[in-house]
Nanobody, 124 residues
Framework: QVQLVESGGGLVQAGGSLRLSCAVSGSIFGINAMGWYRRAPGKQRELVATMPSGGSTNYADSVKGRFTISRDNAKRTAYLQMNSLKPEDTAVYYC??????????????????WGQGTQVTVSS
């Protein structure tokens, strides 16, 4: 079974930094796009950053210049480096990955998977 395991969340003061990690495990044939989303209290989940396998990146305007998404395909892990954190960054952060998996290569399908979420709290 495909699973996404996240780590790196926590409490940090405004201006500080955190690095989130998301490791993909299971019997898979490949990973296409990976990304990070967040849900602030009382708000809908929103896109933070995505990185297709081709190497391009996409960021929400609110995090451009402060957050950096990266991935290590050998480790099947995505990262989100968060610098200059602001109180408005406080949210549960979720990892997402489009994973090619199945009982065999010929039966494999691409599906989207989500991590359990990790809390990021930025104090004033």
């Amino acid at each position: 079974q495909v699973q996404l395991v996240e780590s790196g969340g926590g409490l940090v003061q405004a201006g500080g930094s955190l690095r989130l990690s998301c490791a993909v495990s299971g019997s898979i044939f490949g990973i296409n796009a990976m990304g990070w989303y967040r849900r602030a209290p009382g708000k809908q989940r929103e896109l933070v950053a995505t990185m297709p396998s081709g190497g391009s990146t996409n960021y929400a305007d609110s995090v451009k210049g402060r957050f950096t998404i990266s991935r290590d395909n050998a480790k099947r892990t995505a990262y989100l480096q968060m610098n200059s954190l602001k109180p408005e960054d406080t949210a549960v952060y979720y990892c997402n990955a489009d994973v090619l998996s199945g009982g065999s290569w010929f039966a494999a399908e691409l599906h989207s998977y989500w991590g359990q979420g990790t809390q990021v709290t930025v104090s004033s």
